[in-house]
């Protein structure tokens, strides 16, 4: 939950009594919202944007919106960490001093259980991790730094054993390089775990997905072009803009002039880009590959709102139809927002 709804926090959803989880049951829980942080205020910051700039560097990283914070924990037991990134654009690396964590979950998905020293987590995902308290008796340093920037922000918080009388001490461990593809490397480790839970009678959804075949594909090209001399960001040449009348009233009355559903095309067109009401027309129970070809020098998230997918394949350069030969069709995961 964000401020502005009036609370904050995170929203954590357990499995059902009847259905087991695929590893033993945690002693404990700690959510951890990390994200980067603007001293400026929201509205300024919308304003900037609306002028036609970008936004400044973040003035910080917060772990659930504190500079300092503590978890405690029993020597010995094991606790589940789970970890969101709630910031605005910048995506962080995850570790703890002198531990290991065993990923369980990713968005809802169980997956292959391997051991990492560190996790990047981007803009608007989340992951759980499994850790067990199993070093001397002390404090630790829980460390998230930022990633993909020239200028490293890094977060600290405290692990602390119950049972420990010294304060944690010795250099923050150390994150990864700047490089993008140790990250992507390390998200085609994410795998689904296929023997947990049970299999979902959808013939689209489950252990199904890899053998339907798609019924159209859909190339989505970022860009951030002047537009009226303003910096605008733009998905196949067309920045969005909002209608007055909200969409789904104006679909559901067939009130003209509103949007057009050719104001977009479902591949980049290459001409100029423009503003518009962009809407892109899909059928009932059409199964789509789309593509996010990003041709920026920025990370970017995107975000299918109300709706999981599958993440195939990631790679460098454009995509072309030979890329599918490198998708994982068996055990990938389904996400909520991918870079």
Known sequence: ????????????????????????????????????????????????????KSLPFPDGVLING??????????????????SNVGLSTSF???????????????????IQNIYDSLDVHVGQSVSVLVTLNQ???????????RFTKNVLTATAILHYTNSHSPASG?????????????????????????????????????????????????????????????????????YVNSDTPLKLADYFNIPGIFSVNSIQSVPSGGASSVATSVMQVNLHEYIEVVFQNNEKTMQSWHLDGYDFWVVGYGSGQWAAEKRRTYNLADTLTRHTAQ
Do not use: C
């Open 93 to 111: 690396n995850f570790r703890i001093q002198g531990h290991t964590m065993k990923l369980v979950e990713v968005e809802g998905s169980h997956t």
């Open 136 to 146: 001397p008796p002390k404090d630790y340093y829980i460390v998230a730094s930022t």
């Open 171 to 239: 250099p923050l461990p150390t994150g990864p390089t700047y490089e993008i593809h140790w990250s992507m490397k390390q998200a085609r480790t994410f795998r689904w775990n296929l023997t947990a839970n049970a299999a979902r009678p959808n013939p689209q959804g489950s252990f199904h997905y890899g053998k339907i075949n798609t019924t159209r594909t859909i190339v989505l090209a970022n860009s951030a072009p002047l537009i009226n001399g303003k910096l605008r960001y733009a998905v196949n040449g067309i920045s």
């Open 1 to 52: 939950m964000h401020r502005a709804a009036g609370g904050y926090g995170g929203i954590n959803i357990y499995q059902r009594p009847r259905i087991p989880i695929p590893y033993p049951i945690q002693d404990g829980d700690f959510t951890l919202l990390i994200g980067d942080w603007f001293k400026t205020n929201h509205k300024i910051l919308r304003q900037t944007l609306d002028s036609g």
């Open 66 to 83: 504190q500079g300092h914070t503590t978890f405690n924990g029993d020597q010995g037991k094991t606790y589940m960490f789970r970890i």
